[in-house]
């Protein structure tokens, strides 16, 4: 087993693998930014480097940078996380370069299967069904368009070394088409220091369902079931769950081992994810590999008792799959809200600044995966994920009705977060009874909103007392931005705590 | 005590009357002339239950930049402007005069783009001081007072965090 790992990440996700880490008995390095130092990924850590500024180019996607680190901290293994480097063959190249190993697939796997179009040629050649569209990137726009115009719009553009939803545009019509194109290339310019982008034609109203492989060292390869990752905004996920509410027990046996012979084919190794689009017939297509741990992995680990960050270290350590797991079903719902520093009610921009106070649920079937603190704050360089919250329960109904509870006692003040979209998402009634497809949140959002929950009765005069007694606990100080009222006793504070006091029995 | 406060939330603006006693093992509130039992606690820096009658109510609040209250309960959000009693003697209502050396401070994270004043310059109060560009919007940053600007730290192009020291305005 591995002694001491690089942590080629930052936020939540650096957070997640150093706990699994820690409860492995290895040490953690964790890098980062200038505007990262008081992040909780570099508080939590054994280890931690300054990687230069707040851009990630200059950062973290330094390669070079990271593997001065792993080699002066003595690193025998590196995990990317997800995002970054984590799909970057040049990674694992130079860990391998510098005795290092990388925990994630070979570079060459991941050229294989990680960029899209050479995961098509891998699926059409491991007889997985595709959706039609080009296998190779197009080198200019013209020549695009022309390509674009044959296939019959709407078409998508997604950039080769994409993810996330970035580099990606549909495109409805022809006369949209060069704008689209330029903003393609030049977000999956600025996002992966790759322009290059295919097309792809464009189904409508179709659902997102993955499958989480496994395949280790020794040639075995399992799949450990589906998420359905359908709710999306511009592409990007919004919630996930396990199981998915429409895959029967033979479509999942299907559609497990149509990823597992593409995993086979592409000779991958550790953790990774075949994306489906999947029809109302039920049909799938295959969409791409993530050739890498995904962001949504908690659901999966919630519904088969795994800890997949610990399978992906056992895996590069050369440990073997158990044989039972060829046949895992999951047990239970589980459902995964991200939180974002975004404000739902301004074009969901997003809203950085300092997390002046926060309350996070908790309670039988909630986990909060998390990279954030009251007193941070958040940084405008990278991705605004602040949590992800994840329910589990016996159902589909049990985990919503959790989620939704947990929602409620979630409360973060100073920025503004996109909780107010979940509870719209989880009371939706398409919602509830899984009718959801990859353009269903889109178009609810189009919708007029319904009307706001009035506040309950009472809710306005406890607003003037609580508002009354802050005050006056805190007017000697009343600086924007300050974290509370000092201590400073008043009248009415010892009056509420002699009452307190008085109440007791 | 009495208080004054001026709400705004889902069901618009208005002013409130609030007067807070306490009798023999009850305490009560007087809100806009109708008398209710109430009872609150500060259960952190930035949280206050409020139990009304028995209905409990959990109450988030922070100060906004304005100096106005903000506060959420549950789904819903408020913004209060407490005119205190203690504070009414001798205050102009709505602009209260600071004394002494102010730090200017970042709002929030953003780049300064412009400077509108130098040190030296004498200021007005709510004269603009310099610009911060946040998330696309540009921000005017005000002088709380009238005085001179005894020292300019931000430069044009610079990157600031929030509660960063902008300028000292004396």
Redesign the interface.
Known sequence: MFKKILIANRGEIAVRILRACRELGIQTVAVYSD?DRASLHVRLADEAYHIGP?PSRESYLRIDKLMDVAKKSGCDAVHPGYGFLAENPALPRACVHAGLTFIGPSAEAMEAMGSKTAGKQLARRAEVPTVPGTSEPVENSEEAQALAQNMGYPILLKAIAGGGGKGMRVVPNDAAFAGAWRDAASEAMNAFGDPRVFIEKYLVGPRHIEIQIFADVHGRCVSLGERECSVQRRHQKVVEEAPSPVVTPELRRKMGEAAVRLGRAGGYTNAGTVEFLVDADLNFYFLEVNARLQVEHPVTEQVTNLDLVKLQIAIAAGHRLPFAWETITPRGHAMEVRLYAEDPDNNF??????I??R?APTGPGIRLDEGVYEGW?V??DYDPLLSKLIAWGNSREETIARLRRAL?EY?I??IRTN??LF?RILTDPEFVRGEIHTKWLDEVLARPRPP?????Q??????????????????DH????????QSSPS???M???R??M??KP | ?K?E?E?S???GKKK?G?E?E?KA?A?S?T?DGKA?N?????V?????S?L??G?S?E?????????K????????E?S?E?I?P??WRGRKHGAMEVEGRQEI?A????KVVRLLVAAGDAVGAGQGLLVVE??KMQNEIRSPKNGRVERMIAKEGQ?V???EVLAWVE
């Open positions: 505007v707040a921009f997003p809203s950085p600044g300092k002046i106070s309350h704050t940084p405008m409620d409360t003040m100073g909780v107010s509870r706001a929950v009035p506040p309950l009472g809710t306005e005069q406890a607003v003037l007392i609580a508002a009354a007694l802050w005050h006056s606990t805190s007017s009343a600086s924007p931005g300050s974290a509370g009222p009248r009415w504070k009056e509420g705590r009452q307190h008085d109440h | 005590m208080f406060i709400l939330g889902p069901d409130h609030l807070f306490r093992d305490s509130v809100i209710m109430a009872d609150a606690v500060q952190s820096p930035n949280a206050i409020v009304l009658e209905q109510f109450i988030h609040l922070t100060r906004s930049i304005d100096g209250i903000k506060l959420r309960c549950g789904p819903h408020f209060a407490v205190d203690r504070a401070v709002p929030m994270p953003g946040a998330m990157a965090n929030a509660g």
